[in-house]
């Protein structure tokens, strides 16, 4: 069960901001994306999703190409999505949140019973409109959403942004309990380095739109400096 | 006390019927943004087929139960050969349904005639309210009209197209990224704002004329309500009708028709200054 890239190219009409992409994401597995601002790793995440054009090279799940289908389709085809600033419905509650999660796996209803055990406080909030969430909450909340359409892999970008350290922290762990417990392989493009060091299984880095380098994760846990050179921070 | 009271059931009524004409409206424009000038005519095309199955069957209960099928698959095809291509450009969606209104319109006058044609309706008694003789078509008007809004609301908060149909509004490409086939969306709500607007020219049919023309009396006091009460809920578009239609009846009674329009203009002209979102929007906020 993989989530593989080859060639891919993508870009918003002016040629690609991404090229040569070659990239497996594995069941369980965490792939953290990192690079400086501008080298396309948003753009990446939304060329998977659909939400930025593909000019080149192919996406494909457990051998189903996806490359040219339209976004709803590769949700239901088993890609989670949490885009940066999160995007949670804020007029919306947290319950009616959850529940257009679910249409990935069940577009009729969406009716299913959901496990929140791992969200405790979404369970306690479930009847309060999102906006009115802390940040860490609709964190938790855009994570539980794209959870809740029992997706194969989770697409995350920067889900530290604009959250407490104490909270990244139990993303962190919440991000390796669901790829340890649930097999979910995560492509994680991240901007914070601890984090990416800590739970991922790759690091790769994204240089001008195309792959530079590939680092293991146990290898980077041991020497972070490596990929701190790197990134010139 | 009984001119009062016929006052006040006349302008009951008549701000029924304004709210039971605009709700598709609002639906096709809240939801969609998309100002839709062919409502008029989605509405007389209700009319018409109520006026279509009464000669042919005899029943205008059958009638009244198929305009908003028939209409509703008209918005259907509607929507796939010209609304889809219009979303994001305003002025040419202005445009396109604009032509849409002429070309139903004149299909109406070949296919029927110009002239005016009656809809007998299913009832022709009066009801006594408080001593007072009323006509009951005209309550069963307002009946529709609240069972209209009450289902148009259930619809959209507690059902999943209602949840898809909000999600879509707020932000569409989430939406999408969480597997709602957001086209699909777009297709059935324009659908369901042409199958209001034909349910309201059926059950309006009776005690109008039906002409070709009979869409447009109704419109101008539609678009202004949803001017004055604003989209951002359903309950502004009600609080729009009650201010139009209230107003238009009170006045054009005590005073005169003309001066009911002149209020009515002058009060959307207010109301767009201080609330360029309706009432519905909040005040406009100074820099």
Redesign the interface.
């Known amino acids: 069960m993989s989530l593989e890239l080859r060639g891919l190219a993508a870009g918003y009409g002016a040629g690609p901001i991404i090229a040569g992409i070659d990239l497996d994401v594995h069941a369980g597995e965490i792939v953290a994306v990192m690079g400086r601002n501008g080298m396309g790793k948003t753009t990446l995440l939304r060329a998977l999703?659909?939400?930025t054009r593909i000019e080149g090279g192919s996406v494909s799940l457990d051998g189903r190409r996806l490359e040219r289908l339209?976004?709803?389709a590769?949700?239901?085809a088993g890609l989670g999505?949490v885009?940066q600033g999160r995007?949670i419905?804020?007029?919306?509650t947290v319950a009616?949140n959850l529940?257009?999660?679910q249409?990935?796996?069940n577009?009729?209803?969406?009716?299913r019973e959901f496990d929140l055990s791992v969200f405790p406080v979404l369970k306690e909030r479930a009847r309060q409109r999102a906006g009115t969430l802390s940040g860490g909450e609709q964190q938790q909340l855009a994570i539980a959403?794209a959870l809740a359409?029992d997706p194969r892999i989770v697409l995350l970008d920067e889900p530290s942004e604009g959250v407490q350290p104490s909270i990244v922290e139990a993303i962190g762990m919440l991000l390796q309990r669901l790829a340890a417990e649930r097999t979910i392989g995560i492509l994680l493009v991240e901007q914070q380095l601890d984090l990416a060091v800590d739970i991922a299984d790759r690091t790769v880095l994204l240089e001008k739109g195309r792959i530079e380098a590939v680092f293991d994760g146990r290898e980077l846990r041991r020497d972070p400096q490596r990929l701190v050179d790197r990134l010139g921070i | 006390m009984d001119a009062a009271l016929i006052l006040l059931l006349d302008t009951t009524n008549y701000v029924l019927a304004v709210i039971l004409v605009a709700i598709g409206l609002v639906v096709i424009f809240g939801l969609m943004r998309i100002i839709n000038m062919a409502h008029g005519e989605l509405f007389l095309l209700g009319a018409y087929a109520v006026l279509v199955v009464q000669q042919a069957l005899g029943s205008f209960w059958l009638g009244l139960l198929s305009a908003p099928i028939v209409v509703g698959l008209c918005g259907l095809v509607i929507e796939v050969l010209v609304i889809r291509f219009v979303y994001t450009r305003f002025l040419d969606a202005i445009l396109a349904t604009w032509g849409l209104s002429i070309l139903i319109k004149q299909a109406v006058v070949l296919a029927f005639g110009p002239q005016s044609q009656v809809v007998t309706p299913p009832f022709d008694v009066s009801l006594m309210l408080l001593g007072t003789a009323y006509p009951a078509y005209r309550l069963f008007i307002m009946a529709m009209a609240l069972v209209l809004v009450a289902a148009t609301l259930a619809l959209f908060l507690a059902t999943?197209f209602g949840?898809?149909a909000?999600?879509t509004i707020?932000?569409r490409?989430?939406?999408?990224?969480?597997?709602?086939?957001?086209r699909a969306v777009d297709r059935w709500t324009f659908a369901l704002g042409a199958a209001l607007a034909g349910f309201a020219g059926a059950v309006m049919a009776p005690i109008m004329s039906v002409d070709p023309y009979m869409g447009l009396g109704f419109l101008i006091p539609a678009f202004l309500t949803i001017l004055v009460g604003g989209i951002g809920n359903l309950w502004g578009p009600l609080g729009g009708a009650a201010i139009v239609g209230g107003g238009d009846t009170v006045i054009s009674n005590l005073i005169s028709p003309v001066a009911a329009q002149i209020f009515v203009l002058a009060i959307a002209i207010v109301v767009i200054r201080l609330f360029p979102q309706g009432l519905a929007g909040g005040a406009r906020r100074n820099r």
Do not use: Q, V, W
């Open positions: 999703m659909g939400e339209p976004s709803h590769i949700a239901r999505y885009p995007a419905f804020k007029d919306l009616e529940r257009l999660g249409f990935a796996s577009p009729k209803t969406g009716n959403r359409g | 999943p949840l898809k909000r999600a707020a932000d490409k989430m939406a999408a990224c969480l597997g709602i086939d957001t």
